[in-house]
């Protein structure tokens, strides 16, 4: 290999181009003395930089073996040949022969027809491509690993002269395509529910690096040892903060946050860096830039979440070492804060003033990302997968959350502040009446008593159980645990979390549906095959058979937890009777398990089936004679029912639940769970709207199970409900053949002073 081979001959490199840096002159002058260096270190022809330009073109800024003319004249679109392709792709490429590459164009100005073999490296900065670094040579050429990995160091010093704009104006570098001063309204996911206003604050850690070179590694690995030494001791200081101290979902992303801070692949990487001749900074951006331009690539939601906790743990680590001086002033920011990301780890919220902070906006983002599972902690409200967020929004413009439907209003008009605001004030008015209703029955105006229960899925869910006056948590999803933690937790932890669980319900019973994983649930440290439906795919239940280890693990987890309590367990997504019956074989074991081992059981165990699946509408006698209890996923059942995605915009409303089709097969549930004398809940999405939970209840369902906040307007809605008289009305629409009854229930509310 040429000069540049190990560290020494790194460091020798990086120390020409801090002279060439450090020379003066216009940043043009130094980026061609730069490529003139790297072509004669790494004996190359050729070494030629381009440098995007606004609409995602590179420009050939600077060349040393290619003929000058093409200077400023030669652009690629993103894309576009080989160049194109390694700043598409952001990762480095390596050819021995380019010239037959599918994706090689030729570009005559050039001529660079005579070299055979290239190797390019993306310039990246915060994450984003800023450019292309690429030496090529006349003879083919196998470039080896560590030729690579030198280029991409010089990659990481031209970033911060491309960043700095002096190459290119700094705006220039940000895209600008659809930014607008109007007002604008952005659609998103509901990560947590809620209401605000207040002022944009752009989440983007740009931290301009004064020195790229070190003058002595020795020196700059020491400070790196201090810097950690110090960042971990914050970490500590903010795990032990009196509102996170205690236990919880949140909790656990902390500390295994605070794991990845002694992370020895990270820490190594980095001081791996640092040996070749960069500063502890320079080291520490190279490794996260790297992270950064693969997270595009990465789509297990573990290893994303990994990638962003080690970022976020990145920059903490620049900050430090760089001082105080990096960070931004607490008192700079305004009162009531919209904090806008594009993702960021757990901690990285905590930074921020948690008195000022109003709410939080993500360009991406899921309800089981860390960040989200924080922000629920500390009651914020949460929309994510805001398609191009920071190309709308600018610093302080003014936002408005509307966390209950996942819509974003940016630079609101004052007719939308003045609705909103109000709007805020009648919410207030209504939790305030609902909260009056929180220790008053559940009771139609003619005496029917219907229960309300509560949906969560995290511990810190639970304590809505007895803020909301439910009867009871009518469904606990498991999977949320599993799919927050590095590993599949033992029976002990399992057994520690639902035994928490059932402590906060306190004498409220808890049903426990078991893993419902697969299809858009996946597991971190599980590797499952890609399906092209996987909503009908290998999830549920049907993994839980085939991994029959996993499914009896989490059952005796839920039997010692609840010892000498009552306990209900439900199978979800059962298809055929035989699933249930395999199901419950299992659960069987491991009670007789227990018993053998004489140690404490539950004092009763109840066994129930999700109905999702329409299939199973033709084994319900079967079914009803094995179960104790049926509860209906409303979700689910409505996406196979009419054969139609849920997730999918196009065709997300068109099918509704209160249609006659739904409604036939929901009322023969209804029918046959009364005549086999078994109970039945509605644990979907219609049980927390108003009007569907009317529908239902005029079916004959007596239990419902919905999100806390909708426990209020739906008892509401029970209380002023004369049960005799809906059911008469139903019974004289239900033969319509329009495609939703819903318009004509609204209707009956409404002459009926049915609060809705």
Known sequence: MPQADGPTGTRLLLRRLRDAMAGGGKAQERLNKIVTIVAADMVAEVCSAYVMRPGEVLELFATKGLKPEAVHKTRLRVGEGLVGDIAAHARPLSLAEAQSHPNFAYRPETGEEIYHSLMGVPILRGGRVLGVLVVQNRTPRHYHEEEVE?????????????????????????????????PVRLEGVVLNGGLAIGQAVLHETRIMLKQMVAEDPRQEMERLREAVA???SALDDMLASSDLADGGEHRDILETYRMFAEDRGWLGRIAEIVDSGLTAEAAVQKVKDDMRARLDQVVDPYLRERVLDLEDLGNRLIKHLMGDAAAAPAESLP????????????????????????????????????VAIV????????????????????????????????TIFVRPGEDIRQNFLEGMRARSQRKAMFAATRELPAVTRDGVAISLNINAGLLIDVPHLHDSGADGVGLYRTEIPFMVRSEFPDVAAQTEIYRKILSLAGDKPVVFRTLDVGGDKVLPYWRGEDEENPAMGWRAIRIGLDRPIMLR???????????????????????????????????????????????????????????????????????????????????????????????????????????PAMLGILELLVRECGAAAKPISLCGEMAGQPVDAMALIGLGFRTLSMAPPAVGPVKTMIRSLDLARLQTYLT??????????????????????VAL
Not at 153 to 169: M, P, R
Not at 343 to 349: Q, Y
Not at 637 to 657: G, K, M
């Open 150 to 182: 030198t280029l991409e160091t010089v990659a990481t010093v031209l970033a911060e002269l491309v960043a700095s704009g002096e190459l290119v104006a700094r705006e220039e570098l940000e895209p600008t395509e659809g930014i607008a001063l109007l």
């Open 230 to 232: 110090t960042m971990q």
């Open 335 to 370: 009162d009531d804060v919209i904090l806008v990301a594009r993702d960021m780890g757990p901690a990285e919220l905590l930074d921020y003033d948690r008195r000022r902070l109003r709410g939080l906006v993500l360009e991406e983002g899921s309800t089981t990302s860390h």
């Open 375 to 406: 922000a629920r902690a500390i009651d914020i409200p949460v929309v994510g997968r805001v398609n191009n967020l920071f190309r709308r929004v600018e610093p302080r413009d003014m936002l408005i959350i509307d966390g209950d439907n996942g």
């Open 553 to 659: 693990q989490q059952l005796r987890a839920l039997l010692r937890a609840a010892a000498e309590r009552p306990l209900h367990v439900m199978f979800p997504m059962i298809s055929e009777v035989s699933e249930f019956v395999a199901a419950r074989r299992m659960l069987e074991l491991e009670l007789k398990r227990i018993r053998t081992a004489g140690k404490p059981v539950p004092s009763e165990v109840r066994v129930g089936a999700m109905f999702e699946v329409p299939a199973l509408a033709w084994q319900l006698k079967e079914l009803l004679s094995r179960v104790d209890f049926l509860s209906v996923g409303s979700n689910d059942l409505r996406q196979f029912l009419f054969a139609s995605d849920r997730s999918s915009p196009r065709i997300a409303d068109r099918y509704d639940t209160l249609s």
């Open 732 to 753: 004289g629409i239900r033969g319509s053949a329009a495609g939703s009854l819903r318009g004509r229930l609204r209707a009956f509310a409404r002459d009926h002073n």
